[in-house]
């Protein structure tokens, strides 16, 4: 069985950092491009980050550009997003996706496979 499974949300204050981790189960990662997308209650899914974990090219949104890094293991077969300086705009549920791509790009209905989401919340 095909899945993604995220971790690493939770609670943090505004200039804290959090570490979310996607880790891939039943097929490996160096194959696809990876995706990180948030959605907040009342809004639009958007995209944050991708990776091609063949190449290893990394776009941001302008949102999280100075910010968030994207990494990739492919021994571990994982995807991580390393946020810093978080602001309470940030606060969303955070999905990771993968499409069997070279190149990633933020079009989150080419994503064949999406996780179940990790809450990551940022307030006082």
């Known amino acids: 069985q095909l899945q993604l499974v995220e971790s690493g949300g939770g609670l943090v204050q505004p200039g804290g950092s959090l570490k979310l981790s996607c880790a891939a189960f039943g097929f490996t990662l160096n194959n696809y491009a990876i995706g990180w997308f948030r959605q907040a209650p009342g809004k639009e899914r958007e995209g944050v980050s991708c990776i091609s974990m063949r190449g290893g090219v990394e776009r941001y949104a302008e949102s999280a550009k100075g910010r968030f890094t994207i990494s990739g293991d492919n021994a571990k077969n994982t995807v991580y997003l390393q946020m810093n300086s978080l602001k309470p705009e940030d606060t969303a549920v955070y999905y990771c996706?993968?499409?069997?791509?070279?190149?990633?790009?933020?079009?989150?209905?080419?994503?064949?496979?999406w996780g179940q989401g990790t809450q990551v919340t940022v307030s006082l």
């Open positions: 996706a993968a499409v069997p791509h070279l190149h990633c790009n933020f079009a989150g209905d080419e994503y064949a496979y």
